[in-house]
């Protein structure tokens, strides 16, 4: 069995990622670490790939390593920015998202949002979907009918390119204010890409392809990576 660990912004010899991702993967794994340069301080216990180049070309490179055949485990230590935004804009965004589908064809859903949290150690995408109890149960059928096709099936040209132009335009809705500005950089900054990540946010969005993005749905849409939660009458 064959396991991928890869960053593209962190250190190599960062403990979180080498640690207590890469030691404790080794004693199932043959494992492939692929960081920038300079590599792991010790080795012995993986493979060491880089990805060289500037932020752009070291996150290509990273894509392309999740895109090798032969790997059974992928563990991402970057902050998704690009295409989880996209995912955010596809599902529940305007009267073209995913979601929106589950109001206008079901009645099922009074209000939908998604928003997505990016986190240094993890990222975390929350669909929100507000129904009636006595609906419930068809609402989390429905949804899981839509991850899944979303998982086997991706996406369609004209529904990435939508969803492109979506997140574009929630991006600078949400970067007109001093503030609003200044609090992203801040959080550029922690996550590690950098408070310049903001001007490269669109023409990163416009460089990722449909099959970049349907590879991504594929593996981040997975059941496990799932939680559902209720909350209302009947489910304190």
Known sequence: ?????????????????????VCSLAGAFEVRYATRAPGPSRGGDHEWAELKGGRLRRWW???????????????????????????EALLGKGVASRLWALR????????????????????????????SPARLEEARALLDALFADLRENGVSATEFSAAQAVAGTEFLKNCESKNQISTFAAHLEGLGLGAGFMDEFISR???????????????????????????GPGNE
Do not use: W
């Not at 396991?3 to 979180?16: C, G, I, Q, W």
């Not at 490179?61 to 996209?86: F, K, N, T, W, Y």
């Not at 009074?110 to 995408?125: I, M, V």
């Not at 460089?207 to 799932?226: G, P």
């Open 205 to 231: 969005l416009q460089c990722l392809t449909l099959a970049e993005f349907n590879l991504y749905l594929k593996r981040v849409l997975q059941s496990q990576n799932r939680f559902d939660a209720a909350a």
């Open 104 to 131: 206008s064809r079901h009645d099922l859903a009074y209000a939908f949002d998604a928003e997505y949290t990016a986190l240094k150690q993890g990222s975390l995408l929350s669909i929100a979907l507000k129904t």
């Open 61 to 87: 490179g990273a894509l392309r390593q999740m895109c090798r055949s032969g790997v059974d485990v992928v563990s991402v230590h970057d902050p998704e920015l690009i295409p989880a935004a996209l995912l």
């Open 1 to 21: 069995m064959r396991a991928l660990v890869v960053t593209s912004v962190h250190r190599a010899d960062d403990p979180r990622i080498r640690e207590r991702t």
